[in-house]
């Protein structure tokens, strides 16, 4: 009998230009609303302001997200110390009626 490896998900974590999982929609997105910012920005105020701003959201976006991934994906809080948590039980919880 031949036995065959399975192989489920993509097996590597997914990178695309140095942004990792998650993070790739988070660059996406980045681009997108500093496009949409700096468009608006040119539309309203002046064209040379508008381009500023889209620069200026795009790399603060990607600056943004290029930090938060270095985190990791699932970016918790380390408390340090000490927890008693109390315990919520009824009085009469050992004597049960059966």
Same mark, same amino acid.
């Given at each position: 009998?031949? +036995?065959?490896?399975?192989?489920? *998900?993509? %097996?590597? &974590?997914?990178? $695309?230009? @140095?942004?990792?999982?998650?993070?790739?929609?988070?660059?996406?997105?980045?681009?997108?609303?500093?496009?949409?910012? *700096?468009?608006? /920005? @040119? #539309?309203?105020? !002046?064209? $040379?302001? @508008?381009? +500023?701003? #889209?620069?200026?959201?795009? /790399?603060?976006?990607?600056?943004? #997200?290029?930090?938060? %991934?270095? !985190?990791?994906?699932?970016?918790? #809080?380390?408390?340090?110390?000490?927890?008693?948590? %109390?315990? !919520?039980?009824? &009085?009469? $919880?050992?004597?049960? !009626?059966?």
């Amino acid at each position: 009998m031949r +036995l065959f490896s399975i192989y489920k *998900g993509l %097996q590597k &974590p997914l990178v $695309y230009r @140095g942004f990792k999982g998650k993070f790739i929609a988070w660059g996406i997105c980045s681009l997108v609303l500093g496009l949409i910012l *700096g468009g608006l /920005a @040119g #539309t309203l105020i !002046n064209m $040379y302001f @508008g381009g +500023l701003v #889209t620069l200026s959201a795009i /790399a603060a976006g990607l600056i943004y #997200t290029f930090s938060k %991934q270095k !985190n990791g994906l699932h970016d918790k #809080t380390r408390s340090e110390g000490i927890f008693i948590h %109390q315990v !919520n039980l009824k &009085p009469g $919880y050992e004597k049960e !009626n059966f």
